[in-house]
């Protein structure tokens, strides 16, 4: 089986079940996760979308970097471009943002996406309102967006 496949038969459990839950599909070396509120015929919708992998540990600061560079490259799919934040070299972590991210007169809106030596690679979109503090908000994406977005993230690991 495939990711996409997997991704294909989790979604479909979950929207039998409830419509929301924990999607879980095993990868070549390591695992996705996403925490869905929302499930249907079209899309979903997730807290944060996650690929936990070995491949990851040990890795220096400019491998982060390569793959970060490469994932900038790879998502012009999802609603804004994503663009580097900072690297982090104390925690050997990458943070990418939307770039720009997208604002309206009530709030600002941006995905987050982190890559971390140890490891893991996590995508989440916040919303802040001015004057309070950043809040995650679910990332309304439609089902071959999710199966893109998990292909890529192991995919640009290998």
């Known amino acids: 089986m495939t990711i996409k ?3 294909q038969r989790e979604l479909k459990r979950i929207q039998a079940v409830s419509g929301r839950g924990l999607l879980q ?3 070549d070396a390591g695992r996705i996760e ?3 509120v ?3 015929a079209i899309g979903c ?5 996650a690929y936990s992998t070995d491949k990851l540990a040990g890795v220096d600061l400019e491998r982060l970097r390569s793959i970060s560079e490469t994932l900038t490259a790879k998502l012009t799919y999802l609603l804004e471009p994503i663009g580097l934040i900072e690297a982090d070299t104390d925690r050997c972590a990458i943070q990418l943002r939307s770039s720009p991210p997208k604002k309206d007169e009530e709030a600002t809106s941006y995905y987050e996406l982190l890559v971390r030596r140890g490891g893991d690679i996590s995508l989440s979109r916040y919303s802040k309102k001015t004057g309070q503090l950043r809040q995650i908000v679910p990332a309304h994406i439609t089902r071959e967006v999710l199966e893109r977005l998990a292909e890529d993230f192991v995919g640009v690991v290998h």
Do not use: C, E
């Open 5 to 7: 496949t997997d991704i």
């Open 25 to 27: 599909a095993d990868a």
């Open 45 to 49: 919708s997730f807290q944060t979308l």
């Open 34 to 36: 996403a925490d869905l």
């Open 38 to 40: 929302a499930v249907d």
